[in-house]
């Protein structure tokens, strides 16, 4: 399979304990996002890379919220001392860096969080 | 803020029907508006419009922009219940002259197709 892959799928935890997601995007995709969307909303964005640049974090990412890409290729996505209102789907999507439009992201099949 | 409002919420028919999903949105510096299709988990890319008044078509599936009324519209003609899925609308707006990917989501329309 070559698309998006994260992992885990379902993770649950209880609160204050950290986390720690994966995403494997696309491999010739230099560009690589996180959303997060709660029940009944659509995906809200948290941050972006190029390669292994990150070039803006959404103001949803407190400082309890921290992804890295080290190597321009997998990124994860930690979250510290969670609350029950980091419960979410965390979805991770990549592209390729084009002129123009960025114009399709594809999207990972996410990875749920549940904080008890 | 970028916003972007879709209705309607929820939309129950029956196989054969037609239906409208419409969005409307609020961005500066507009690039484009574009719509995917979440069945399960992942949302999966249906169309990206940047001009207005012209259709994509793909199938059963079109779309179109109005960059004077700040919308979109969704047709599915003769539905199936394959088509059972949120349908999400997003924006995306210029930033700095570039474009990263970055997306306003709506909240998303949860249409159900009965056989």
């Known amino acids: 399979d070559t698309g998006v892959s994260q992992d885990p799928r379902h993770k649950i935890t209880k609160r204050g304990q950290n986390v720690t997601f994966r995403c494997d995007p696309i491999?010739?995709?230099?560009?690589l996002y996180w959303y997060r969307q709660t029940l009944g909303q659509g995906p809200e964005f948290l941050t972006y890379?190029?390669?292994?640049?990150?070039?803006?974090k959404s103001r949803l990412l407190s400082d309890r919220f921290s992804a890295e890409r080290p190597k321009g290729s997998f990124s994860t996505l930690e979250i510290q001392r969670t609350e029950q209102g980091d419960s979410a789907m965390y979805l991770c999507?990549?592209?390729?860096?084009?002129?123009?439009?960025?114009?399709?992201?594809?999207f990972g099949e996410g990875s749920r969080l549940t904080v008890l | 803020e970028d916003k972007v409002v879709q209705s309607p919420l929820s939309l129950v028919v029956h196989e054969g029907d037609t239906v409208t999903l419409n969005c409307s949105y609020e961005?500066?510096?507009?690039?484009?508006l574009l719509w995917y299709k979440q069945e399960k988990k992942a949302p999966t890319f249906l169309f990206m419009l940047?001009?207005?008044?012209i259709e994509k078509k793909s199938g059963r599936l079109s779309s179109i922009l109005d960059k004077k009324e700040l919308s979109s519209i969704l047709n599915i003609t003769a539905t199936q219940t394959g088509d059972s899925a949120i349908y999400l609308c997003?924006?995306?707006?210029?930033?700095?002259?570039?474009?990263?990917?970055?997306?306003?989501f709506g909240q998303g329309t949860i249409l159900t197709v009965h056989p």
């Open positions: 940047t001009s207005s008044g």
């Open positions: 491999s010739e995709h230099n560009r």
């Open positions: 999507a990549s592209t390729r860096q084009r002129t123009g439009n960025t114009g399709e992201l594809f």
């Open positions: 890379f190029q390669n292994e640049a990150q070039l803006e």
């Open positions: 961005v500066t510096n507009f690039r484009s």
């Open positions: 997003a924006v995306e707006a210029n930033a700095g002259g570039t474009s990263y990917g970055k997306l306003t």
